[in-house]
């Protein structure tokens, strides 16, 4: 038995017959083969393991009926004084803010990151400067965007419809 290596191929000739073979060459198919078998796995364990985590769980959604609110009665005179209130509605509830004297925000208090955690809730800090979960220490501006911390996406902001001294936040999503 006789064995010549040719460029991408063995020839082996045995009793006087030529026959071609890829399966002992390490410069045929079977090398890249493996290469690329070896590239694939590699870069699916190198992206997934080094991955900024940008894919979080979705932020759950909950209907409700429109919630009207009269602006001129006791219980919502925070929102002239420290400029919010904490409204019972949507999944963890809406932090009412008033942005100026004819616009008012309200943003959904559950957290944007890992939203389905027991405590992924956001509160206004002591300083009334910013909005932040304890949880997993992400805070936000009063605008609903993220200022530090893990959280990457912005808080849900429901639509509101001032007519008025009557205030009405539905469950639009606005963002």
């Known amino acids: 038995m006789e064995e010549k290596a040719g460029g991408d191929f063995m020839i082996i000739q045995k009793n006087n017959k030529r026959t071609w073979s890829v399966e002992n060459s390490w410069t045929g198919f079977g090398k890249y083969f493996r290469v690329s078998k070896f590239l694939t796995?590699?870069?699916?364990?190198f992206f997934t393991a080094c991955s900024s985590d940008l894919f979080d769980d979705p932020i759950p959604i909950v209907f409700f009926q429109p919630v009207e609110i009269n602006l001129a009665l006791p219980q919502y005179i925070d929102l002239n004084t420290k400029g919010y209130v904490y409204i019972n509605a949507g999944v963890r509830g809406i932090i009412l803010h008033k942005k100026n004297a004819t616009t008012y925000l309200a943003f959904e208090r559950n957290c944007t990151y890992q939203p389905n955690q027991a405590c992924a809730?956001?509160?206004?800090?002591?300083?009334?400067?910013?909005?932040q979960d304890v949880c997993c220490g992400s805070t936000f501006n009063w605008d609903g965007?993220?200022?530090?911390g893990i959280a990457?996406?912005?808080?849900?902001?429901?639509?509101t419809i001032l007519n008025g001294n009557l205030l009405t936040i539905t469950d639009e999503i606005l963002n």
Not at 122 to 131: A, K, W
């Open 145 to 148: 965007n993220p200022t530090g």
């Open 152 to 159: 990457w996406r912005p808080l849900r902001q429901y639509q």
């Open 121 to 131: 809730t956001v509160d206004v800090h002591t300083s009334n400067l910013f909005l």
């Open 41 to 45: 796995i590699f870069l699916t364990v």
